[in-house]
């Protein structure tokens, strides 16, 4: 069957422009997870969400991220004002009810110039 | 911040060969779980140990857990060319997803 995917696979943006990040989980996967994964801070939780809600927020890092799900299936990650140090790798990850392994999708690879 | 930190940073062995990597973590767990990571496929997780186990077995794979010490450890057995890939430990401390990742062991198998 169809995994996580993401799109768009590569993005290239300017300092202070905003980009959105898309997921699409595994069909019926009620919990959806962001992390990001550069060469600095390893891999970092950023959010969960189970179903539309977000119980944790806590890994965000600032107010210029926001990160919505619609529908209990796909999840947008807004970054506003991109700064240099968001470039990173920003990976998805999608869990079915009452089971503890994630599946990842392939990332989206973030370059703010 | 990284709740794992992992031992070695990076293995070198030939095939055949055992490798073993070793993961320390600093808060109490709900469970601890171990992915792999390579250009091919990106991450895929290989095998979760709950707090209340001690040793766990999947295929070429053994994981041991001891939360007195707070600490794991990965066992590869009989080391493939294609087992070459970076290998992430990531604990979950209250059984809801939340995943801390360790640094990760690069591990590459020459043939």
């Known amino acids: 069957g169809a995994g996580v995917s993401q799109s768009p696979s590569n993005k290239v943006t300017e300092k202070g422009k905003d980009v959105e990040l898309r997921c699409d989980p595994i069909s019926g996967h009620t919990a959806l997870y962001w992390y990001r994964q550069s060469l600095g801070q390893g891999l970092e939780f950023l959010i969960y969400f189970q179903g539309n809600s977000a119980p944790d927020k806590s890994g965000l890092p600032s107010d210029r991220f926001s990160a919505e799900r619609t529908g209990g299936s796909v999840s947008t990650l807004t970054i506003q004002r991109t700064q240099q140090e968001d470039s990173a790798v920003y990976l998805c990850?999608?869990?079915?009810?009452?089971?503890?392994?994630?599946?990842f999708g392939p990332g989206t690879r973030l370059t703010v110039l | 911040s990284q709740q794992g930190e992992e031992d070695p940073q990076a293995l070198s062995i030939q095939e055949g060969e055992n490798a073993t990597m070793n993961c320390s973590y600093k808060t109490s767990i709900n469970n601890l779980q171990w992915y792999r990571q390579n250009s091919g496929r990106g991450l895929v997780h290989l095998i979760l140990i709950r707090s209340n186990e001690r040793e766990k077995h999947s295929g070429r794979l053994r994981v041991t857990l001891d939360t007195s010490k707070k600490s794991s450890s990965l066992l590869i057995t009989a080391s493939r060319a294609a087992d070459t890939a970076s290998y992430f430990c990531?604990?979950?401390?209250w059984g809801w997803g939340k995943l801390q990742f360790g640094a990760g062991t690069q591990v590459v198998v020459t043939p």
């Open positions: 990531a604990t979950d401390a």
């Open positions: 990850a999608s869990s079915p009810p009452k089971g503890d392994e994630q599946f």
